[in-house]
């Protein structure tokens, strides 16, 4: 039996944990945002960090 490359599995599941860091991310900056007053730009301050920190593992997890 010819084996099979398994590298794929590593990665299968970024695409998922990204999207949930920048939903975390959004809701914790609308809740900021509601405290502050300003809940636009509070949610954008969490979008922009969930991206960030998404990027940042995605690119941490392939130097690997």
Known sequence: MKKQ????????????????????????GKW?????????FGMLIGIFFGLFASTYNLLKQIKN
């Not at 490359?5 to 809701?27: A, D, F, N, R």
């Not at 900021?32 to 636009?40: P, S, T």
Request: aromatic share 12%; charged share 10%.
């Open 32 to 40: 900021i945002g509601l405290k502050f007053g300003n809940e636009i």
């Open 5 to 28: 490359s398994t590298e794929w599995v590593k990665y299968s599941g970024l695409g998922i944990q990204m999207t949930v860091s920048v939903i975390i991310c959004l809701y914790l």
